[in-house]
């Protein structure tokens, strides 16, 4: 028997665009000729699974269908969502459609997830559809690369050949991060490996009014052309939380299969600029590199309401003091230790540090040292030309 992928693509990814009302769901965006979600479609085409089901709202019913088409993905099933009420009833709807068997294998993945090595992945999958019954339920774990108070982690015991879970804590601190780490904590993925029956199972014993009222929206549910549309009515009767807290806090019966491999969910213009200074030697062209008196820049990629660049500082190299009316930057440093001016403070940064500079904030970049200095730059706002400048100092002679 296949394993039933299960996209969850109900995600609007506000942290990327702060007080923005109207900006794209992050696995929707266009990072060069890809989304995030086209590549989870992809993974989903490994002979392993089924024919993928796609869990999301009417908002992205367009957008689903475009990358279904581009993907090349025929056989498929889709449903709407009348109301966002988190993921513990989109996940339990999803496993209620009656294409999935009762003790069929399923997989739920972020619909906004970067993962590499997949081969890893998928030996891993291969290794422990074994081990699932009609009631527990495993989840995948990341080894953290760095600490980090982005994610949630999981600590775990070995039992035998599993590694079963013990504690879940929901984004620490910096400091009880490093403290994870150490006791060989994991990031949780948010990525879900268990039976049909396993998720019937809980439902019913941890959270019977969602389970109750999730069965009534597929059932008086609304089909056509490959979609379920749920009844509103009984669906909004279900309690709107995150399946970790209604159910992998409650069951313990929880296992957990731990990944080494390159994972980001991109919820950062941090973790995208990481992400672009990976693959940067993929977007370098010459007629996108422009030389200054302080040294040069790069344009990387122009996406929809942000740019990405690299900037290259030389020895001694100081960019002008200046500030923009139109974006707000991220950057992110790869190279050096460059002295940066935020309004009126001054300090240093090392390699994999960030610094944010909010719309209208006056600023600077110098490189004191004789080492050269790299920077990836995010720049995110409605207007995105060299023109949005005002320079109040500048060495080179170009104050206005």
């Known amino acids: 028997m296949k394993i039933c992928p299960v996209i969850l693509c109900g995600g609007s990814g506000t942290r990327l665009w702060p007080g923005e009302k109207k900006h794209q769901a992050k696995q929707f965006i266009d990072f060069g000729n890809w989304t995030l979600f086209g590549k989870t479609l992809e993974r989903t085409k490994n002979s392993l699974f089924d024919r993928p089901i796609i869990s999301t709202n009417l908002k992205y019913l367009k957008e689903v269908k475009k990358h279904l088409k ?23 709807s999803a496993a209620l459609i009656k294409d999935i068997q009762i003790d069929q294998p399923l997989i739920f993945l972020s619909a906004d997830h970067l993962i590499e090595k997949e081969n890893i992945f998928i030996k891993e999958i291969k290794r422990n559809i074994q081990n699932l019954t009609d009631k527990n339920i495993f989840i995948f774990g990341i080894k953290p690369t760095t600490p980090s108070s982005e994610y949630g982690y999981f600590i775990t015991k070995k039992n035998k050949k599993i590694n079963k879970v013990t504690k879940f804590i929901e984004k620490p601190s910096l400091m009880r991060a490093k403290k994870i780490i150490k006791q060989k904590g994991c990031w949780n993925s948010g990525m879900f490996f268990l039976r049909k029956d396993s998720i019937i199972y809980n439902f019913k014993k941890y959270q019977i009014k969602t389970y109750k009222n999730c069965i009534s929206a597929i059932e008086k549910s609304k089909y056509k052309k490959n979609t379920y549309y749920l009844n509103k009515q009984a669906f909004i009767k279900s309690s709107a939380k995150s399946f970790d807290y209604a159910i992998l806090e409650k069951t313990k019966d929880i296992n957990a299969i731990k990944l080494n491999i390159p994972w980001s969910d991109l919820g950062s213009w941090k973790e995208i600029c990481k992400m672009y200074n990976k693959i940067k030697k993929k977007y370098v062209k010459k007629k996108n590199i422009f030389y200054r008196p302080w040294g040069r820049y790069t344009n990387l990629f122009n996406g929809k309401n942000f740019l990405i660049k690299e900037l290259f500082v030389k020895s001694n190299g100081i960019l002008s003091l200046q500030k923009h009316f139109h974006r707000a930057e991220h950057w992110l440093v790869t190279q050096g230790s460059p002295k940066i001016t935020l309004n009126k403070k001054h300090f240093i940064k090392k390699p994999s540090e960030t610094i944010f500079i909010p719309l209208g904030a006056i600023h600077r970049i110098e490189n004191p040292n004789r080492k050269p200095v790299k920077i990836i730059e995010a720049q995110v706002g409605s207007i995105l030309k060299e023109t949005d400048i005002v320079r109040y100092q500048d060495i080179y002679g170009r104050v206005n």
């Open 70 to 92: 581009k993907n090349k993905i025929k056989k498929y099933k889709i449903i709407l969502e009348p109301a966002k009420m988190n993921t513990a009833p989109a996940i339990l």
